[in-house]
């Protein structure tokens, strides 16, 4: 079996387990389990993520060029270290709307717009729950409650940081610094984002005064040798630019 | 009638909303209306409110594309949801200004400062109301008064989150999220047109190191076109790059 | 007198003037002067201002397009409501510096280097002063001697804002404002300037691979025209694109 | 001796003594030396350090042209004032992976990710070693373990300030100086780099509509000297532009 055949035989087992781990995950640190629910949930967690990781070893083997293949899709080592990101691909159908794909800087920037957004979701309920699961029953904490906890990860994805809510363990202070640099990328990448779509606004204009493309200049070429004639076979017309 | 002509009809009567819509809930806010004079200034608020609702509707029946319509106009939907970011169309003037509007760039860039510059002072004094309006008498609270309201507001679109006031109710909370994000896209906006007043800078030099234009190579097939003669009606100018 | 004439003869006294202004209002501040030792540095800092406007509205008045004058010289508004900035053109000679100028890229990336760095240095010194005069003897204030004052104006430009000093009243809040707009506008002067610099590398290379210019695409056209030759007067090289 | 001669016969001993400089601060202040110890890691930082400004000096002395050496080599100013960071040139082999230098573009920012990474953690590390240094046995101060201090860091390069923990001292505050706008230049460069990223995507597209190249022009040049023919020398075709 190809690499090719077997991603596409695993989508919709990997949907269901992306699915089935958010559940389990937010079941168990939301309702604080204790006792054997929290056993069941923490099977669920860990069978579900062996399950993508798993994946990813099966991707990698089958790939022809295995070096060239982990570096060409850093999403799939994404989704096998934190499996709801997967959740993210439900948003392609967002990118697929008629009339968002103009142009190839448009296609890109909605794409950014949309899973970028997404994985901003996604990461602040992730963190919400690990900082939970850390601090709760931490002696002088206060991130208690997952309302508290959602808004402590907002507070902090935005590097806005009142102070009102810290963490105080090693856990979710190591939530909290990758919360803080996902948030600096994530800003860059609004940053970026709009940047291009400023600069091409910007030169959009008079196609006159557009920079001249490679296919005229092929033209051009093309048009000197009509020149020459069809009766000039030694003419200079032997290599096309 | 058709949708142009429903828009040059409403630009009075919507002007006049935003700021009926605007002193309402100024008036409501701040005086921290009870009884009565409470009822009137919600019923004023709710009214400008559902007419801007309303004027959004009738538009997109009246488009032609409804699609196509909705997604050209994301401003005319922020409108709808908040009546009072109308108010900023009134700096249609100030981009109007002689020699501010030169180059396509500069025009672009002006008109994101002025609207931009505009947004946010409307933002911050909307979010001052808002999270005012929440925490007021929330027990617990310390964002009381108009003042330190605004205060509250400058510190958290910047993201700089000094933390002497923080909201502490669900609806105050939602106002900073939306400050937060809101202020990391301002600060994207400001960066992004700034990138791009430089790269226009660092570009503009002698004329004969510019990227050559469409129009000149045209004008090379033209003249190429000129050398193989009037008298040469089955000659290779058949059809133009 | 024309405004050129009027600009060199001012030079001068201009520099002593915004030196003057900085000693007097730091004594003021720093000193927390009372009596008629107080009296006598508001005088100078007044004068000093006094002066600063008086030689903006000179210029302007002597310019021969107001309205254009007033668009092309922001600085000297600037100078004439913050003398002190004045300071920064002392940087003019870092920026002429032999080999910092090669491309017309680099030469202005020095520029919003060179300057924008005094800038920041100039308004944090200035903040620090303005926050301490306005906080030292409000009750309940604890922005109360000048190395605190710097510390806080450090940590409110780059918008960090750990909250153990937080000014509270009206003026400090003012400056608390500036210098967090202030910083937004900074750190987005640093990032399109590097994005400058990183696309210009990027993009150089190869000559051969450079966008052809339009110096080439005349010397195209005038080689055609030679083709057509001296002795062909009606040819097509009547006007050159 | 000149100078690439030296360079190569420092490279070892340098890369040793960054090592060492690194290993004896760490333990000074991680254990808290006192008495003969802290002695002896006092007296090795020293010497590294000094071994590091003499390879400097030495090596401006060997330059040709010593002003354009000078600006030709901010980096090994950094390495002589910040020894430590050298340890970052070990990061050299990750940007000679196979495939990711494919592109100008792609090789400065996959430089620019490894080398900035680098520097960011290394930056991190020394900031928590010199804040703890400064601040451990300073009345009224919070930070006084590594942990917290290294914590502290984190939370002040990303510019979040929760105010959890801030320094108290001159020294504490200079190093949180230096983090907070180390930490915008940083999200600087970040955002700069995606913006490169996202620019070249946006732009690259079918062949025939990229710019015309000057390779393409100089080959049209030809074509029409090669039109004029080799009976021709008197032809126009007497320079190439």
């Known amino acids: 079996m190809d690499e090719p055949t077997w991603v596409s035989r695993m989508t919709l087992p990997l949907s269901i387990a992306s ?15 204790v006792g054997p629910p929290r056993t069941v949930a923490l099977v669920l967690v860990a069978v579900t993520w062996i399950f993508f990781i798993v994946d990813y070893v099966v991707r990698l083997t089958l790939a022809e060029d295995r070096w060239r293949w982990f570096r060409k899709h850093p999403g799939a ?18 990118t697929q ?14 794409g950014i717009a949309v899973y970028g957004g997404g994985v901003v979701v996604v990461l602040v309920y992730l963190a919400s729950l690990s900082v939970l699961e850390a601090e709760r029953h931490a ?24 102070g009102d809510y810290v963490p105080v363990t090693m856990a979710g202070r190591a939530v909290a610094v990758g ?4 948030g600096i990328i994530l800003s860059g990448i609004i940053t970026a984002t709009l940047a291009s779509w400023i600069l091409e606004r910007a030169s959009r204009g008079h196609d006159d005064e557009e920079p001249a493309t490679r296919g005229q200049a092929r033209a051009i070429l093309a048009r000197i040798d009509g020149l020459a004639g069809p009766g000039d076979p030694q003419g200079p017309g032997a290599s096309h630019g």
Request: hydrophobic letters at 60%; a positive charge.
């Open 19 to 33: 699915l089935v781990y958010l559940a389990a995950y937010s079941w168990l640190v939301i309702a604080d389990l």
């Open 77 to 94: 080592l994404a989704f096998a270290l934190l499996p709801v990101l997967r959740l993210v691909l439900l948003l392609d159908r967002v």
């Open 97 to 110: 709307l008629p009339g968002l794909r103009r142009t190839r800087g448009a296609a890109l920037r909605t």
């Open 139 to 162: 002696p002088g904490a206060n991130i208690v409650d997952f309302g508290v906890a959602l808004w402590w990860s907002c507070v902090t994805v935005t590097t806005t940081g009142f």
């Open 179 to 182: 919360l803080m640099f996902g």
